[in-house]
């Protein structure tokens, strides 16, 4: 029986979109610089090319913005997602060779300038967000291995209870510096924090220096209980490192959307007053 392999939607049919995007692309600058040759000027956005050239990419603007409403239709064959996703990709690509074509390299403080800027952004974004879901659900798995969110969660819980007993026949300055790691420590937090991965501030690590500051312990069993404890916020440590690494890899898998949506939609936005400013004033 013959295997099948997994085929991203990248290398969708062979490649498909890619030629389509890439022929799309050098029959448009072969056009635009046949014209060229023939005028004074480069074509400008009011020339008959540059009104051809801008209709295309409006269109494919308002099609590539539609790829939110596909998602939530599951249907096969020639209109299936992964394809729909190969052509978002490099037809959004080509976006920058037709766009910029029909600008005539002409640029300005203008609404015109500022929907080309924020096509760019959206490219720009978008393209960051294929390395995200080319890459990084390897190192998703690299890090946690064969463990699971979930374990993560039940083992920092297992710590933890661990910690608590053990802190018992601790004086007060040892109970304390338990329950600082018991009580402070942030697994994730905020979504800037989960993406640098800034946990300097880590309460479990304060608590980790503050245990090798307190004084002699007063009887053998606090001193094996120190000893233990000095131990299990090691142990924790390394399950938070995990996490947090996990944490982050995921918020960089999804941060470009915060980028790449908001822009879509000041795109259109732009694009709308664009057109309708070109028709009404020019």
């Not at 050098?26 to 004074?40: C, G, P």
Request: proline content about 3%; aromatic content about 10%; overall charge positive.
């Amino acid at each position: 029986m013959r295997q099948r392999t997994h085929e991203g939607f990248l290398r969708h049919k062979g490649f498909r979109w890619a030629q389509i995007a890439t022929l799309l692309c050098l029959v448009v600058v072969a056009v635009y610089f046949f014209v060229a040759a023939r005028l004074a000027e480069p074509p400008s956005g009011g020339s008959w090319l540059g009104y051809t050239l801008g209709t295309i990419s409006a269109g494919l603007i308002v099609w590539l913005a539609c790829l939110g409403i596909r998602k939530r239709v599951i249907t096969a064959g020639h209109y299936s997602l992964k394809a729909w996703v190969s052509a978002h990709v490099y037809l959004g690509l080509s976006l920058t060779v037709l766009a910029t074509l029909h600008t005539g390299f002409q640029f300005g403080w203008n609404v015109h300038t500022l929907a080309y800027v924020l096509m760019m952004l959206v490219i720009a974004s978008g393209a960051l967000g294929i390395w995200a879901y080319a890459t990084l659900p390897q190192r998703l798995h690299g890090n946690r291995g064969e463990t699971t969110r979930k374990q993560m969660l039940e083992a920092i819980e297992s710590l933890d209870k661990q910690l608590h007993d053990l802190a018992q026949p601790l004086d007060r300055a040892g109970a304390q510096v338990v329950r600082l790691s018991l009580e402070q420590t942030e697994i994730g937090g905020g979504f800037w924090r989960r993406l640098t991965g800034a946990h300097g501030d880590c309460a479990n690590l304060r608590a980790m220096r503050k245990l090798k500051q307190l004084p002699a312990p007063a009887t053998p069993r606090q001193a094996e209980a120190l000893a233990r404890i000095e131990t299990v916020l090691q142990q924790k440590a390394d399950v938070l490192g995990l996490a947090r690494r996990q944490m982050q890899i995921t918020a960089l898998l999804e941060g470009w959307l915060f980028v790449h949506i908001p822009a879509t939609f000041a795109l259109l936005a732009a694009l709308t007053a664009h057109v309708v400013s070109v028709f009404t004033y020019w």
